[in-house]
């Protein structure tokens, strides 16, 4: 999928834009949203884990689970 989005705009594969672009297909193709979530869950907790450095692994954690409350506030799914 990430060779056809450059095949399409014959340039650099923008990475974050394609992965955004493979999740957004995955839900209007019907992909399983539970199998769909638990792939994006752990993208992020393996993201965190060995890309951020040591000392900031923990705000960007609770940074991040912040943000996804926020969405979810947003979206009204939780208050």
């Known amino acids: ?6 095949a399409d705009t014959n340039d650099i594969v923008d990475l974050p834009a394609a992965i955004s672009l493979l999740a957004r297909q995955a ?9 769909t979530l638990g792939v994006l869950v752990e993208s992020i907790a393996h993201t965190v884990a060995l890309t951020i450095p040591e000392q900031k692994k923990v705000e960007t ?4 689970t912040h943000l996804l409350l926020d ?3 947003a979206q009204g799914l939780i208050r």
């Open 61 to 64: 954690a609770k940074g991040v």
């Open 27 to 35: 839900v209007e193709q019907e992909v399983d949203p539970y199998v």
């Open 71 to 73: 969405r979810f506030a």
């Open 1 to 6: 999928m990430i060779s056809s989005l450059a």
